[in-house]
T-cell receptor, first 113, second 112 residues
Framework: KAGVTQTPRYLIKTRGQQVTLSCSPI?????VSWYQQTPGQGLQFLFE???????NKGNFPGRFSGRQFSNSRSEMNVSTLELGDSALYLC????????????FGSGTRLTVV | GESVGLHLPTLSVQEGDNSIINCAYS??????FIWYKQESGKGPQFIID?????DKRQGQRVTVLLNKTVKHLSLQIAATQPGDSAVYFC???????????FGSGTQLTVLP
């Protein structure tokens, strides 16, 4: 079966712009989590969605937001981009909430210039 | 997990040897631990997990050891192969938190 699909794979944006990243979970998976990966901070939790509801949010500013649709697909949005937002954004899906049997996608590499 | 720095710890092993990757975790309330493998250009891939009521768990060529007294986790890879070259992360979670806290990772290089 298809894995977790993230689009786009690469993105270059300018400071101050906003960006939307997309994640399609494995078919049947209802929980989607987002993580940010940088060389300096490693992998950090952004948020988790289950059944269109945000269940948990990490320690990131309000510029980072997300949502989940009825088909479990998820998007995350970053507004007013800063240079420090340059990172690999990873989406992970699991069958149910609070189940850490995550399958990660390959990520979206965001570069802010 | 471990404090995160700019440089990953590295481990180089000869092909066929056993590898041991270590991880210190910080939250004594963590009750679930996972090891992930991340290859270049890919997302983390689940390797093995262990719950806090266990000390050891074995998979195919991998063993995870958990020492709750010193908050230490290790991943042993038997007969390391070139395809094992990757960055390995430990991650911890508590039952009440719906998130994983990752360690900084270890770069494993398998030498021919």
């Amino acid at each position: 079966k298809a894995g977790v699909t993230q689009t786009p794979r690469y993105l270059i944006k300018t400071r101050g712009q906003q960006v939307t990243l997309s994640c399609s979970p494995i078919s049947g998976h209802r929980s989607v989590s987002w993580y940010q990966q940088t060389p300096g901070q490693g992998l950090q939790f952004l948020f988790e969605y289950f059944s269109e509801t945000q269940r948990n949010k990490g320690n990131f500013p309000g510029r980072f937001s997300g949502r989940q649709f009825s088909n479990s697909r998820s998007e995350m949005n970053v507004s007013t981009l800063e240079l420090g937002d340059s990172a690999l954004y990873l989406c992970a899906s699991s069958l149910v909430a609070n189940n850490y049997g995550y399958t990660f996608g390959s990520g979206t590499r965001l570069t802010v210039v | 997990g471990e404090s995160v720095g700019l440089h990953l710890p590295t481990l180089s092993v000869q092909e066929g040897d056993n590898s041991i990757i270590n991880c210190a975790y910080s939250n004594s309330a963590s009750d679930y631990f996972i090891w992930y493998k991340q290859e270049s250009g890919k997302g983390p891939q689940f390797i093995i997990d262990i719950r806090s009521n266990m000390d050891k768990r074995q998979g195919q060529r991998v063993t995870v050891l958990l020492n709750k007294t010193v908050k230490h986790l290790s991943l042993q890879i038997a007969a390391t192969q070139p395809g094992d070259s990757a960055v390995y992360f430990c991650a911890e979670a508590t039952g009440s938190a719906r998130q994983l806290t990752f360690g900084s990772g270890t770069q494993l290089t398998v030498l021919p």
